[in-house]
């Protein structure tokens, strides 16, 4: 077989071959040679048998055209590399000849004729289909386990929202305030196993939109201040006076970070203090790059055991005294984060004494634009707002329902999609909350019904897509359909409030 392979290449290109021809030609199921006009040169069996093919197939007059085995952006892509770079690598989807479809993990490189024109492509690679079947099976599960946990546990911390607000005795608001912080131990770990999964298959997204920085590091005290202060810690917040007021980057992203790393300071100290710095520590033409560093006198990790907690579901002190809650992940996705941003991460430690933190992100510079301050202008009061609620569950429909008392706002349910648009038609509704998930007819049904399908002004009215899928691409699946807006379950009534009231506005505007 080698010396048929060797027999399809030319000359100069066998030269080049032959050193590596013999450490390489067994490690790979399939092998591919193609030439500049996209014909077939030479398969192996290996490929062959993989799709179904014979070599006469391939390499038959009429129908000689390597483009028909692959989906034309990804082999456009492929080419186009190879012709830039000459190499490429990464997954292609392979279609078989009975219409069935493979997935390659390829490595291609090309030759180059005494004219250093392109002579011949080669492709290399690995069958994957299994394990390409297994992440979809992966992402499957995730989506329902996270819808599953997320809808009931959307209904329980709006209940226990809702309850705090009510004449309570301290020992009742104690016992509330446990609940809270179990539920939402449990949301932060679902949403940390979700974050995992897409760090793991390439999929995490990272944003760039303007935010105020300093407004997000003052937020974070506020999110464990029932912690810091169950446990008599002096939480500290320095923010360097050159710390630009706006940047443009990844708010939700930095937040998660810090997030991750100011609860994991808490959890491992249990007498001085948290401390939470930030810098601007260079500025250049059009970006700063600041850094972060969040510090802690606590119990400090061994030296010896720096790298093994940055591994995911390790912690430091797994025989420490006083369990520690979460999974274990918190490092290792902060980590992942920033390094997804281009960032550095540095984390310096001595046992007993404490841990240090530090990470740099690149932030481009932001300039304000007329319009922002035209909107910062125009924020006149919204009231007598009408919404209609598609939702199946009757405990977030007790929650909506009193949410929407709490906002003042009017309000009529729809147990699924139909129900939905036949409501819509015969009253009068400024904004749809539309669950994605519901019997009969789901969310994305309904809304592209309502977008496509119904008159002016039924068919303009805004959405916000609700759901306790979120997955990477819920938010775009939402939005593509029809929505205006996405809020994942659990929510905060500010939160939901905001997004109503912005859409309301703007819908009036127009």
């Given at each position: 077989?080698?010396q048929?392979?060797?027999r399809?290449?030319t000359?100069?290109?066998r030269?080049?071959?032959l050193p590596?021809?013999?450490?390489?030609?067994?490690?790979f199921?399939?092998?591919l040679?193609?030439?500049?006009?996209n014909?077939f040169?030479?398969?192996?069996?290996?490929?062959?048998?993989a799709?179904?093919y014979t070599m006469n197939?391939?390499?038959?007059n009429?129908y000689n055209c390597v483009t028909?085995?692959?989906?034309e952006?990804?082999?456009?892509?492929?080419?186009?590399t190879l012709?830039e770079?000459?190499?490429?690598?990464?997954h292609l989807h392979?279609?078989?000849?009975?219409?069935?479809?493979?997935?390659m993990d390829?490595t291609?490189?090309?030759?180059?004729?005494k004219?250093?024109e392109?002579?011949?492509?080669?492709?290399v690679?690995n069958?994957?289909t299994?394990y390409k079947?297994?992440?979809?099976i992966?992402?499957?599960?995730?989506a329902?386990?996270s819808?599953?946990?997320?809808?009931?546990?959307?209904?329980?911390l709006?209940?226990?929202?809702?309850?705090?607000?009510s004449?309570?005795?301290?020992?009742?608001?104690?016992?509330?305030?446990?609940l809270?912080n179990?539920?939402t131990m449990?949301?932060?770990?679902?949403?940390?196993?979700?974050d995992?999964n897409?760090?793991?298959?390439?999929?995490?997204?990272?944003e760039?939109?303007?935010?105020?920085?300093a407004?997000i590091?003052e937020q974070i005290p506020?999110?464990f201040?029932?912690?810091?202060k169950?446990?008599g810690?002096?939480?500290q917040?320095?923010?360097s006076?050159?710390?630009?007021?706006k940047l443009i980057?990844?708010?939700f992203r930095?937040?998660q970070?810090?997030?991750q790393?100011?609860?994991?300071?808490?959890?491992?100290?249990?007498?001085g203090?948290?401390?939470?710095?930030a810098?601007?520590?260079?500025e250049?033409?059009?970006?700063y790059?600041?850094?972060?560093?969040?510090?802690d006198?606590?119990?400090g990790i061994p030296?010896?055991?720096l790298?093994?907690?940055?591994?995911?579901?390790n912690q430091?002190h797994?025989?420490?005294?006083?369990?520690?809650?979460?999974?274990?992940?918190?490092l290792?996705i902060a980590k992942?984060?920033?390094e997804?941003?281009?960032?550095?991460?540095?984390?310096?430690s001595?046992?007993?004494?404490g841990t240090?933190?530090s990470?740099?992100?690149?932030f481009s510079?932001?300039i304000?634009e007329?319009?922002?301050?035209?909107?910062l202008?125009?924020?006149?009061?919204?009231v007598?707002?009408?919404v209609?609620i598609?939702?199946?569950t009757e405990l977030?429909?007790i929650?909506?329902?009193?949410?929407?008392?709490k906002?003042?706002?009017?309000?009529?349910f729809?147990?699924?999609?139909?129900?939905?648009?036949?409501k819509?038609?015969t009253?009068?509704?400024?904004?749809i909350?539309?669950d994605?998930?519901m019997?009969?007819?789901d969310?994305?049904e309904?809304?592209k019904h309502?977008?496509?399908n119904?008159p002016e002004p039924?068919?303009?009215v805004?959405?916000?897509?609700?759901?306790a899928n979120?997955m990477n691409?819920t938010?775009?699946?939402?939005?593509?359909a029809?929505?205006?807006d996405?809020?994942?379950k659990?929510?905060?009534?500010?939160?939901l409030q905001?997004?109503?009231?912005?859409?309301v506005?703007?819908?009036k505007?127009?």
């Amino acid at each position: 077989m080698n010396q048929e392979f060797l027999r399809h290449l030319t000359h100069d290109n066998r030269k080049q071959l032959l050193p590596m021809l013999h450490r390489t030609f067994d490690a790979f199921a399939f092998i591919l040679l193609f030439n500049s006009n996209n014909e077939f040169d030479y398969a192996n069996e290996n490929f062959i048998h993989a799709t179904g093919y014979t070599m006469n197939n391939l390499i038959a007059n009429d129908y000689n055209c390597v483009t028909r085995l692959f989906k034309e952006d990804e082999f456009k892509n492929l080419t186009d590399t190879l012709k830039e770079q000459g190499a490429w690598k990464g997954h292609l989807h392979l279609i078989k000849k009975d219409g069935g479809s493979l997935w390659m993990d390829v490595t291609a490189f090309c030759f180059h004729n005494k004219d250093n024109e392109i002579s011949q492509y080669v492709l290399v690679g690995n069958d994957i289909t299994e394990y390409k079947k297994a992440i979809e099976i992966k992402q499957m599960f995730l989506a329902n386990m996270s819808h599953e946990l997320r809808t009931p546990l959307h209904g329980i911390l709006g209940i226990i929202s809702l309850m705090k607000d009510s004449l309570l005795t301290e020992e009742q608001v104690t016992y509330l305030s446990h609940l809270e912080n179990a539920g939402t131990m449990l949301t932060k770990m679902v949403d940390d196993l979700i974050d995992l999964n897409k760090i793991e298959t390439g999929q995490l997204k990272i944003e760039r939109k303007e935010f105020c920085p300093a407004d997000i590091i003052e937020q974070i005290p506020i999110m464990f201040s029932d912690l810091i202060k169950s446990k008599g810690l002096v939480y500290q917040t320095i923010i360097s006076s050159n710390l630009p007021h706006k940047l443009i980057g990844d708010p939700f992203r930095l937040k998660q970070i810090l997030l991750q790393l100011v609860e994991n300071s808490i959890n491992y100290t249990d007498s001085g203090t948290v401390k939470l710095e930030a810098e601007m520590v260079y500025e250049g033409t059009n970006n700063y790059i600041v850094q972060f560093k969040v510090s802690d006198s606590g119990i400090g990790i061994p030296r010896e055991k720096l790298d093994f907690i940055l591994e995911k579901f390790n912690q430091a002190h797994m025989d420490y005294s006083r369990p520690i809650g979460g999974a274990g992940l918190g490092l290792t996705i902060a980590k992942n984060v920033i390094e997804a941003q281009g960032g550095r991460f540095l984390i310096n430690s001595e046992e007993d004494k404490g841990t240090t933190v530090s990470f740099s992100l690149n932030f481009s510079k932001y300039i304000e634009e007329l319009s922002d301050i035209a909107a910062l202008n125009n924020s006149e009061e919204i009231v007598n707002i009408k919404v209609l609620i598609a939702e199946d569950t009757e405990l977030n429909q007790i929650v909506f329902r009193k949410q929407m008392q709490k906002m003042g706002f009017g309000y009529d349910f729809a147990e699924n999609g139909q129900v939905a648009i036949e409501k819509l038609q015969t009253g009068k509704f400024d904004i749809i909350l539309m669950d994605m998930h519901m019997p009969v007819m789901d969310g994305f049904e309904a809304i592209k019904h309502i977008r496509k399908n119904m008159p002016e002004p039924f068919n303009s009215v805004p959405i916000i897509s609700v759901s306790a899928n979120i997955m990477n691409d819920t938010p775009s699946l939402c939005i593509n359909a029809g929505a205006n807006d996405y809020i994942p379950k659990p929510f905060k009534i500010s939160e939901l409030q905001q997004k109503i009231e912005l859409l309301v506005k703007n819908k009036k505007q127009h």
